[in-house]
């Protein structure tokens, strides 16, 4: 079993940076491959980013591509994820996801266990 806590969101400005957080308990977090989703209101859930189980590979959305950027510490079982040039279009409630895989994934159907999620609000 993992539990996962995502924290670090917050209201900033366009143009501000923020990075989330997520702290997973359990020993197969070192074995695991994380993701960020979203999900804005009135809008299902989103892919953002994903992380292979030893950092090595990462994917990242389209919308997100060059001002995201995933990372994990092993070590400390976290997972982040640095946003950059925040747009209004970001804001959402971000949820942190965890796979029994090495790979990472876009589908939140391959994800095992989720956070409870944390919200980015981005005002214009």
């Known amino acids: 079993q993992v539990q996962l806590v995502e924290s670090g969101g917050g209201l900033v400005q366009a143009g501000a940076s923020l990075r989330l957080s997520c702290a997973a308990s359990?020993?197969?977090?070192?074995?695991?491959?994380m993701g960020w989703f979203r999900q804005a209101p009135g809008k299902e859930r989103e892919f953002v980013a994903a992380i292979s189980y030893s950092g090595a590979y990462t994917y990242y959305s389209d919308s997100v591509k060059g001002r995201f950027t995933i990372s994990r510490d092993n070590a400390k079982n976290t997972v982040f994820l640095q946003m950059n040039s925040l747009k209004p279009e970001d804001t959402a409630v971000y949820y942190c996801?965890?796979?029994?895989?090495?790979?990472?994934?876009?589908?939140?159907?391959?994800?095992?266990?989720w956070g409870q999620g944390t919200q980015v609000t981005v005002s214009s």
């Open positions: 359990g020993r197969t977090f070192g074995t695991s491959a």
């Open positions: 996801a965890a796979r029994q895989a090495s790979s990472g994934s876009r589908r939140q159907s391959d994800y095992n266990y």
